[in-house]
């Protein structure tokens, strides 16, 4: 009996095997030269140093590649690459030009196969990209302070205000929250499909962000389930709440962090400067929305320091990030952990204040409710001119 | 409020406190950064003391594939299969064959090609005015093709009908006028005709032999990769930098003349500058037209002439497209005075 169960598994798996042997023997049947040379390069980084341009590139095309000849604007420039010219399917190289830059000029460098092949990469604005010294790693560090933790905690100042309001007020800036929340969700995913663009086409830049997003909103949400049923506890404790908001938000700062990290190695330091400025404005309001749910607590002070902490650290890393290992492939991945991260935050919020106004015999649409969702969208809005372009 | 106990005044100064010192570490942050937001290290010589002395870029002694195509063609004239016919006229037969193929056009880059007998640019024709000319033109190629040679001919000998690939067809006229003549497909489109490859320099000889010279052969022409309309690189004779790496050696005070024609496709125009010297220019390959006493000259598409020139010095005299950017992206050379 059992022996038959098994067959029947077996069968059509080896019938299976048998046509995907066929076909890669014999070919689809229909065309098998492709018509043009199929030939992939990636350019994952350029790094500007005192003698030229460092490039670091992968072949992430079917066949093998070599690297012929390299052009910097419109001169052919000596180059060399390491370990050799030749590249298999999925190696990486370095390669090296020696060329004297211009400060602050855009430099187009091109990469040319034996095919024929052009692959493009471009030098915005020439600057020495910053080396992994203590004293950057220290000046990146300081940055993403300046934007992830400062403002957070300037935001959760405001919390004895807030203090005084009643539960309806409460709801409101609850909603609110949700708001500023949709807000960063919607601007997290856009951010991670603009650098998933940028990686390898067989990366799926876009398909990362989506996967780990959906996979982290059903992770968090699962994860909620069994702890609550573990605990027997109903709902989040309100300093969970504002945990799980700071934990989001954090990893949306990761990404705020990785643009300003990733714009200063890229040379454009005034970009930089000016997504400081704008991410330490946006961020206050993240911590007016992290204090929301304590409002019906006491919370101690090393809870807001600790909340401060979660949502304004990883900006931190995310420069050290940015500045020192950019890759768009890594940036796709933490952004799209960030909206799935956000997106359950929103969930969350959004039930507890159904059930709330349930409880209460209040319809959860209020006007006061809809005023702080909207405002919490405006404000996002319009503090984000500081940094759109 | 249900809650009575709210954060002590102390925990807010505390908080107060961290933002404080937020602020002054961002203040001094601007100050301490080594993050440069200004434009500086433009005339810092550090990055001078690379490789960048003159022209070290793209030097290659290498014998490719591509240089040896490129040096044959400086040197080497098709003076056909001579017979004379009965009324003592001289007959030259030519063999032309169109061919698909993948030519090294720099060092490491294949250009898949479509060539007159298996080289870019095709071979240098050459005859002296009044002989009769027989090219025998079979298409071996994957499209169809013609040969349209400039000069004076009866306009069905023009080229201007499509030999089918498999075809042959014979092009028979006499040779006139004298000069420097170009050839090439006239098949639409024809910009893509031509910039595959079929084209060369054709040569009539007046029927009084010119002094005798070191005669060299130069075409002009550019290889457009992507198909941008646009060329990556610019050539004589086909390869990059070709006598750049491997200087074109003369004897002090002999005689050098230089057959130049332009057939850079996507380009209006293209020039020939000659460093430290000056030479005389004759448009079309004349005598009799209005020469000029000069170190620079340009043509046109298809514009073609002859140039000569002595070098009273010994030593390395530059060459190249006095356009910079067709000269750093192949278009340049050296002659080596001896
Ligand atoms: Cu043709």
Redesign the pocket.
Known sequence: MKGKWLITVLIPLVLLIGVLGWVLKNGAGVEKDPAAPIEVLNIERIKVTKIGFELFVSNTGPKPLTISQVMVNDSVWNFNVAPQAKLERFDEGKVTISYPWVEGDPHTIKLITENGIITEGEVAAATLTPETTWSNFLNYGLIGFYVGIVPITLGLLWYPFMKRFSRKSINGILALTVGLLLFLFVGTLADGFEIGAEAPSVFQGNMVVIIAASLTFLLLIGFDQYQQRKQEKKGYSPFGLALLMATGIGLHNFGEGLAIGSSFALGEAALGTFLIIGFTLHNITEGIGIAAPLLKTTPRFRDFLLLGVIAGAPAIVGTWVGGFIFSPIWGALFLGIGAGAILQVIYVITKMLIEDHRKHNEESVSWLNLSGFAIGLLIMYFTAFFVKF | MSEEKKVSRRDILKMGTAGAFGIAGSYYLNKMTQIPTVAQASNDSSHKKGNHSNHANMSDKTITTGYKMAERLLTEFDYGKVTKLPNGQTLREYEVV?IDKEIEIAKGIKFPG?TYNGTIPGPTFRCTEGDLLRFNFINE?S????IHFHGIHPPEMDGLTSIYPGQRFTYEFEAKPYGLQIYH???LPLAR??H?G?YGNFIIDPKKPREPALELNMVMNGYDLDLDGENEFYTVNGYAFAFMNHPIKIKKDQLVRIYLSNLTEFDLLNSFHLHANYFTYYPTGRNDNPSQFTDTIMQCQGERGIIEVRFPYKGIYMFHAHVSEFAELGWMGFFEVE
């Open positions: 169109a479509w190629g499209h169809p093709h013609s497909c006239h098949v005709h031509i595959k079929l």
